[in-house]
Structure formats: C-alpha cells, structure tokens
C-alpha cells in the first residue's frame, strides 16, 4: 500500500497565505512526480502545481506567481506554498503521486484524501 498524508488545509482571508503539505509512505521505491490538484463544487479537478523528482515544475495558469511547490527532501514530502489567496481558490485538493513500488512493476497514481481550503472575501 500506499498512503498519502496531507496537512495544511483550513480558512484564510483574501490576501492572506496558506502552506499544504503531502508525504507519501509505503512500498515505494521512487516517487517520479508529486502534485497537488483540486476541485470546487460543480467544476471539474484541475491540475494546480506539480514537481517531478528533478525538481521541474508545472502550474495552471491562475496561480503562477502565486503559488510554489516544492519537494521538502527526505520521506517523499512535497509542499505547496499558496500566496495572496483568492476567493476562487476555495476547493477541496487533493495530493497525488505517480508511484514506482517495491512491490509492483510500472507506474501508479495515487490520491490523497483532499483537505479543505476556503478563502473568504
């Protein structure tokens, strides 16, 4: 198995900062890319920034500038640094990790459970 452990969710003001951090455990023998997605009610879930294990990143649109992702170095940690905070930004997201396991061969993508952020006006 693996499991992904996300922290950092909460309310904040337009404005103001949030930090979301995911680390992944379990059979892994590598991670090749961590990211972190999200999904308002009635949208569909979109990419909002990923790193892969050489540290290229990739981010939509809305939050370039905004928000970094980063990888925090040992025990497959990757956090989000979230930055002059929106209304829009408001969603459920979501941790993901494409997966090398110990125990499998190929590649799989795994979800976190989501954790809550809500930007009031």
């Known amino acids: 198995q693996v499991q992904l452990m996300e922290s950092g969710g909460g309310v904040v003001q337009a404005g103001g900062s949030l930090r979301l951090s995911c680390a992944a455990s379990?059979?892994?023998?590598?991670?090749?890319?961590m990211g972190w997605y999200r999904q308002a009610p009635g949208k569909q879930r979109e990419l909002v920034a990923a790193i892969t294990s050489g540290s290229v990143t990739r981010y939509t649109d809305s939050v370039k500038g905004r928000f970094t992702i980063s990888r925090d170095g040992a025990n497959n940690t990757v956090s989000l640094q979230m930055n002059s905070l929106k209304s829009e930004d408001t969603a459920v997201y979501y941790c993901k990790a494409d997966v090398i396991r110990a125990d499998v061969v190929g590649l799989i993508a795994h979800w976190g459970r989501g954790t809550q952020v809500s930007v009031s006006s």
């Open positions: 379990g059979t892994i023998r590598s991670v090749t890319e």
